[in-house]
């Protein structure tokens, strides 16, 4: 995980796009999808954001970011999806 100054005026995106303050998902965002959540990610690590840049700008707490960047690092897209997580219910493998 980064903790990064701002340094940067762009960052690729998670699908490869160009990422700046000005196309990163709106601030009043309601409904988030995996996409939208790396994109954040990818601007802080990228230093297009701080931290508490991000959770300021997005109303979001550093440990709900903090848990985004786990997931997205260890699983990619798949990671961020709501569905994923916290569902309640073990992979029968493991019952």
Not at 25 to 51: C, F, H, Q, S, Y
């Amino acid at each position: 995980m980064k903790y990064t100054a701002k340094y940067s005026s762009h960052v690729i995106g998670p699908d490869g796009d160009v990422l700046t303050l000005n196309n990163l998902p709106p601030p009043d965002l309601k409904r988030w999808v995996a996409r939208r959540k790396a994109e954040v990610i990818t601007a802080v690590n990228g230093g297009l954001l701080t931290m508490p840049e991000a959770c300021a700008r997005y109303s979001i707490s550093l440990e709900e970011l903090l848990e985004w960047q786990r997931h997205y690092e260890a699983e990619g897209l798949e990671g961020l999806r709501a569905s994923n997580r916290h569902d309640g219910h073990m992979p029968d493998s493991l019952h």
